[in-house]
Structures are given as structure tokens and as C-alpha cells.
């Protein structure tokens, strides 16, 4: 439901407007040094505001460390790290809780809880979350760095186009809204990390991947385009016994195990749904069809703020598939 991962485990909690948001991090090993400035460049990172097409709202986003770390060393015990929302505006969805805004989860929400969720800013549903998956994501990353394992994700075009600041000025104009490709690569990670079927690399990265609000689409290597190859192109040659090669159409995996390669795979981010621009949708008091424009702050481009996003989703998920690795005694150094 909220909790992903197996060994390393991280649930999120807490609503967009709620007095929090956060994570709950198991698994976590005893004597990792954790201080709240550790987290201070992701965190920033993920804020909105920091450019041109993010949303103003702009939380401190300063780790609350409630539990799991004694001494700035982590305790074994589980991680409860809390965000305080500060940098709320409630009014903005008043008018939007009776007419579900199109492209968000207002209306399923609704039907699904029985008009018991927490409809303002999203609420559960709502990107603020991303900012506990940061988090877990920095404490994820820390531990990966001891093996010398380091996640890099970057935004590679927005509408279609690389000329970034270009496509957001002209959404920005027109009161609408863009999405983007973001590509994300592992280095250091070792031949021999996941399984076969259900528990192959992709699935377990595509699992954690679909938890960031706005996904719609990952491919692993040459992806979709694999489908206009043929084999003898396709084909990644091997050089050596540590199994480089010469070309990497398969992303770093080959029957959902880690291959010694680069890890590369990259998402598709939709636009954001909340847009100026006038909309239909439905009014749940009368069910008449009712035009709807959305005001508020948010983002014209959320594909800027994923990239650190989907580096801490990663790193939980590679981190998750190592530690099952070792408990099995069957990694490969």
C-alpha cells in the first residue's frame, strides 16, 4: 500500500496541506553517520521555485529526525523522518472539492475513500510526497556509496523538444503545461544483482519508479526503439570475463540480472494536470458537466523536479536488491 521493498523498506505518510509529510525507513543499518545537513542539497534539489516553470510554493523541507539515530549515527532501530508543510494555501481548493480537477486523482480519490480524503493540494496523492521518497533516497544513496555505487539521473527534453527554457516559456504563456524525458544511470553496480521473472531489476525499479505521482512511461536501454532493431544491431557484444561491452542496447540487464555495465534507463513525466486553461469536468452535487480552470501554484514543467526524485527511488530499489543479495550469500564482488 504505502511501503515499498523488502529489507530496506520505506513507507510514506502525511498529506500535501496535512501538518506533514514523510518517511518510515526500516532496515536501515546500525552506525551510519545521519546528520539533518546530509540531506540538504536532494532536498533542495526537489524544491519548487528554484526555476523557471516550478511551482512558488517553497517548503524548508529540514528533516525532523524522530527516531532510528542517536549521536548523528543510525541505531538499527527503524528511521521516522518528518517535513513539516509550512507553505500552505488551503482557500486555493475549496472551490475545486466538489468539481474533480481533469488528469488527478480528485475523482477516484473520492470514490475510492468515500469523500474522506483530504482533497486540498491532492493530498496523498499529491508530489509534496516526493519530497519523503528524497529523503529515504538520501539515506539509500549513503549506504550504496560505501560500495562505490552512485545514481545520476538529468532531464533530457521537455514538449517534445531540448530546448528547454524555450518550450517552458511558451507554455508558461499559453496557461498550460509540458511534460519530459528523464534519463537516470547507475554506475558501480555489480554483475549478478537481481532475479529472474518477478523480481528482475526492471520490475523492482519500475515498482519504486511508478510510485512518483506523473509517470507514465520507463524503458531500460534502447528501449521502445529495441523494436525497430534488428538482432545483429541489437545485440550487445561482449569483450571480457567482467562482462563490458561493446555497446549497451540492453541497459545494464540481461534476463532481469545486472550485466557489470552501466545501468541506464530513462521515464516519461506527464504534463502537470493543473493548468489555467479552461477544462470540462463534472460537478459532484448536480453531475452536470461544469467548465473548470485551475488556479493555485503549480508546476508548468514537474519533469524538472524528478530527476532528484527518481535517483532516490532508484537507489531504494538497487539498494533493496543488494542487501537480498548478501542475506543469500550469493553476490558477486
Known amino acids: 500500500m504505502n511501503t515499498i521493498g523488502r529489507l530496506f523498506r520505506v513507507s510514506v505518510l502525511g ?15 546500525a552506525g551510519l553517520e545521519l546528520k539533518v545537513e546530509d540531506f540538504k542539497t536532494d532536498m533542495e534539489r526537489r524544491q519548487g521555485g528554484r526555476s523557471k516553470g516550478t511551482t512558488p510554493r517553497k517548503e524548508a523541507d529540514i528533516p525532523i529526525i524522530k527516531s532510528g539515530v542517536f549521536n548523528d549515527k543510525t541505531t538499527g532501530a527503524p528511521l521516522l523522518l518528518l517535513f513539516e ?20 486523482a480528485d475523482l477516484v480519490g473520492t470514490k475510492k475513500f468515500g469523500n474522506n480524503n483530504d482533497y486540498r493540494g491532492g493530498g496523498h496523492f499529491s508530489g509534496r510526497l516526493t519530497a519523503a521518497l528524497v529523503a529515504a533516497g538520501v539515506v539509500a544513496k549513503k549506504i550504496l556509496k560505501k ?8 532531464i533530457i527534453e521537455v514538449g517534445g523538444t531540448k530546448e528547454i527554457e524555450r518550450a517552458i516559456d511558451e507554455a508558461l504563456s499559453e496557461g498550460d503545461s509540458i511534460g519530459g524525458i ?12 537481481g532475479e529472474p521473472f518477478f523480481d528482475s531489476v526492471e520490475s523492482v525499479i519500475s515498482h519504486a519508479v511508478f510510485a512518483i505521482p506523473a509517470i507514465k512511461g520507463i524503458e531500460f536501454g534502447s528501449g521502445f526503439g529495441a523494436a525497430r532493431m534488428k538482432g545483429s544491431n541489437h545485440n550487445d557484444e561482449i569483450l571480457d570475463l567482467e562482462g563490458k561491452t561493446r555497446t549497451n542496447n540492453a541497459g545494464g540487464i540481461n534476463g532481469g540480472i545486472t550485466n557489470g555495465n552501466e545501468l541506464v534507463f530513462r521515464i516519461a513525466v506527464k504534463p502537470t494536470s493543473s493548468i489555467k486553461k479552461t477544462k470540462t469536468t463534472i460537478d459532484l452535487r448536480s453531475g452536470k458537466m461544469v467548465d473548470i480552470s485551475v488556479k493555485g501554484r503549480h508546476d508548468a514543467c514537474i519533469a524538472l523536479r524528478v530527476p532528484v526524485v527518481l535517483e532516490a527511488v532508484t537507489a531504494v530499489a538497487i539498494l533493496d536488491l543488494m542487501i537480498i543479495e548478501q542475506k543469500t550469500g550469493r553476490i558477486i564482488e
Open 147 to 154: 560500495s562505490k555505487i552512485d545514481t545520476n539521473a538529468q
Open 85 to 104: 508543510n509550512a507553505n500552505v494555501r488551503s482557500s486555493d481548493y475549496e472551490e475545486l472539492k466538489n468539481t474533480p480537477r481533469p488528469g488527478h
Open 15 to 29: 498529506e500535501s496541506h496535512g501538518e506533514c509529510v514523510g518517511a518510515l525507513i526500516d532496515g536501515v543499518p
Open 182 to 193: 528523464v534519463e537516470c544511470k547507475v554506475k558501480g553496480i555489480p554483475i549478478g544483482i
